[in-house]
């Protein structure tokens, strides 16, 4: 029996019977697992190798968050070690050592 076969019946048992709590869960839990087999196979996650794909996916994307954490924390070194630069020589030409740069 199908899914979809389980879902119809419990239906149908609900419309003769009347809507017991049981008869109701049933139906929502066989909708729901109908409802998410729909969507895995959609996406092309129902086979058996869905789960490596998965795994090999949520390692690029940490792979991908490390690579632009890194390069956000060297653009910010960058920037900090050129403004340090520009402050030394502002300095060295208060200090009248502007001719020490030339």
Known sequence: ??????????????????????????????????GATRVLDRLGLADASAQDDIDELRELLSAWRDAKASAWKAMVAWLVRGALALL???????LGLGGLLQ
Do not use: N
């Open 88 to 94: 030394l020589v502002g300095i060295a030409m208060r």
């Open 1 to 34: 029996m199908t899914r979809e076969d389980m879902l119809a019946r419990l239906i149908a048992q609900a419309s003769t019977e009347g809507g017991e709590l049981i008869t109701l869960r049933a139906i929502v839990e066989e909708a729901s697992e109908l």
